[in-house]
């Protein structure tokens, strides 16, 4: 009786510490590369700084991809890989089609990584390092970035459909989409501060600038010189901030307390709603902002990340191994 005990003690030691082991290896970590790759951080920081040189909207565009794909079963890589005659991916689901770009460029930064550290660094972690940098390179804060995230062998554009969220939507379906990604209001508030940089294309906006009765009128009139109320023009682009549209700062509040909101889905956090304050807060305090900003999307990146023997390590980003 006494051995029999023993035995069921050691094996539940055994398991605990397995259940340790398993647990501390599904976890992300800061110095996840420190010894594999030491140089990942400057590889892609050079990429990066040079794409921005050459076209400033592409540092909002890059920041955009890894939003996209987090909101999408996890910060996975998924959003990144082509389709082919036997898959579809999440390219060309609505949000994203004719939307998200700078794929290029991230295929610069992993041709960059494999020579440096051949088949160590997942695409989905090198998403994560590149929204940072463009962040930085446009005066934005700095984090430090969790990494050891595994690519995906399969995307959603079924999901990509339903989880990302749409210019149209009102605050409520803000707040929803949001949650369900473990992400809360007020992180929601300070991850649209992403919006400061970059530039929507008019059939994003249409709507709002020519129907709605929340918009500064002169800012209004100024958005339909280069968006026609026709379906024409479709793609002409105007800033998301008019004041900054390439410097991450604070101004995209201050621009929808103004009722200066580019798209319905940016005005409704100043709409009379749960989320003013905090807006007025962001207006004018751009310290606030940026750690606000900096803490939600690190929680961002933690959703549902492949790690351990999940997923893979792909050589090319666009396409599994």
């Known amino acids: 009786m006494a051995s029999s005990s023993s035995f069921m003690s050691l094996t539940i030691v055994a398991c605990l510490l397995l259940v340790s082991i398993c647990s501390t290896n599904a976890q992300l970590s800061t110095n996840f590369y420190s010894s594999s790759c030491p140089n ?14 050459k076209e400033a909207r592409m540092g909002a565009s890059l920041l955009r991809l890894f939003f996209h794909d987090c909101f999408v079963n996890g910060c996975d890589g998924s959003l990144l890989l082509d389709d082919t005659s036997t898959f579809t991916g999440e390219k060309m689901a609505k949000p994203n089609n004719g939307s998200v770009r700078g794929f290029e460029v991230i295929d610069q930064i992993k041709s960059a990584v494999e020579k440096a550290c051949p088949g160590v660094v997942s695409c ?68 649209s501060g992403g919006h ?5 294309r008019c059939t994003s906006f249409r709507t709002r600038i020519y129907n709605e009765s929340n918009i500064n009128s002169a800012f209004a009139k100024t958005r339909q010189a280069n968006c026609p109320s026709t379906n024409t023009g479709d793609n002409n682009l105007a800033p998301l901030d008019v004041q900054t549209p390439t410097s991450f700062d604070n101004n995209y509040y201050k621009n929808i307390v103004n ?17 003013n304050a905090l807006v ?24 549902k990340p492949l790690t351990g023997s999940n997923g893979e390590i792909r050589k090319n980003c666009r396409k599994t191994n």
Request: hydrophobic share 35%; aromatic share 6%; glycine share 8%.
């Open 40 to 53: 990942l951080d400057s590889t892609v920081k050079s990429v990066v700084q040079s794409a921005i040189k």
């Open 124 to 191: 989905a972690d090198i998403l994560a390092i590149t929204a940072r940098d463009s962040v930085v390179s446009l005066g934005g804060p700095t984090w430090n970035v969790k990494l050891g995230r595994r690519d995906a062998r399969t995307a959603s554009q079924s999901t990509a459909n339903n989880d990302i969220p749409q210019p149209t939507f009102s605050l409520s379906q803000l707040i929803s989409s949001f949650q369900k990604q473990g992400l809360s209001s007020s992180e929601m508030v300070a991850l």
């Open 196 to 200: 400061t940089i970059g530039q929507a």
């Open 259 to 275: 009722q200066k909101g580019l798209l319905h889905s940016d005005q409704q956090l100043f709409s009379g709603g749960s989320t």
């Open 280 to 303: 007025q807060t962001y207006s004018s305090n751009p310290s606030r902002f940026s750690s606000d900003f900096v803490a939600a999307i690190i929680k961002m990146g933690d959703i």
